[in-house]
């Protein structure tokens, strides 16, 4: 924890000079604001099961930009090796630097991911130039970003049920937290001073799709069961969130809506 946050203290900090010095550089200072959206799950997952959800909640913020791009690592395509051991793998970068930063979001606070409308993270303070990634921290919720308790003093939660294609059904409750900030997250574009905002959305089924519901509990019970700790459930949701290409980070032109 303490590693962690030296580290965003000096990316802050890394930023705030960059800022400061766009002036020398030929950046321009702007803010544009940055949305979460989601889209929803279809059909039956690599398991066989179809999800019906009630609630999709996440912690979220800071959010940071960087000028690195990510390229994809081509050795981890094709087989999921960590299958083997009863778990998934999930898509990282493959060489990865994050270069400068251009832009961030400070604020944390709980997004509601099936919400109708996309919803609004803050402004990010930032500079013109050359964008070509993201960091996103999903952060354990508090007191002060999630005071309904939606989150149930975790990063991600997901109720709702699933139904699998022999018949079983499993109401579940699953929450999560993840050890650090998903880094290299794609986002390339030249950004001026144009107006728009950068809008982050979800794939449900990236992170729904690899759990295999029977692991939870029992079936077929009526009652909502928890992920146990060490389930496969547990561990494919958790690796499910940190997967990067669960992130579609578009530019969406023009003023708020």
């Not at 705030?16 to 039956?44: I, K, N, S």
Request: proline fraction near 4%.
């Amino acid at each position: 924890m303490r590693h962690t946050l030296a580290r965003h203290t000096v990316l802050s900090a890394v930023l705030t000079l960059t800022l400061l010095a766009g002036c020398d550089t030929g950046e321009e200072r702007r803010t544009f604001p940055v949305e979460v959206t989601a889209r929803p799950m279809t059909g039956a997952n690599e398991y066989g099961w179809t999800v019906t959800l009630e609630s999709v909640h996440a912690s979220m913020g800071p959010v940071r930009f960087f000028e690195g791009r990510v390229l994809l690592s081509n050795w981890r395509r094709g087989f999921d090796w960590y299958s083997l051991v009863g778990g998934t793998a999930s898509a990282h970068p493959g060489h990865y630097l994050p270069g400068d930063a251009l832009a961030e979001v400070l604020s944390t606070g709980t997004v509601d991911l099936l919400a109708t409308a996309p919803t609004g993270l803050g402004d990010a303070n930032a500079v013109t130039g050359d964008y070509g990634s993201l960091e996103l921290t999903l952060p354990v919720a508090t007191g002060t970003s999630d005071a309904q308790g939606l989150l149930n003093g975790h990063a991600v939660r997901v109720r709702g049920e699933a139904s699998h294609t022999d018949g079983r059904k499993v109401r579940f409750d699953g929450q999560a937290d993840l050890p650090k900030p998903i880094e290299g997250i794609r986002f390339e574009r030249e950004l001026g001073k144009e107006a728009g905002r950068a809008r982050i959305t979800v794939e449900l089924a990236k992170w729904l799709g690899r759990i295999d519901f029977g692991t939870v509990g029992p079936s077929d019970t009526g009652t909502v069961q928890t992920f146990p700790a060490a389930s496969q459930a547990q561990n494919a949701l958790v690796r499910g969130v940190e997967d990067t290409s669960a992130y579609v980070v578009t530019w969406v032109e023009g003023g708020a809506q």
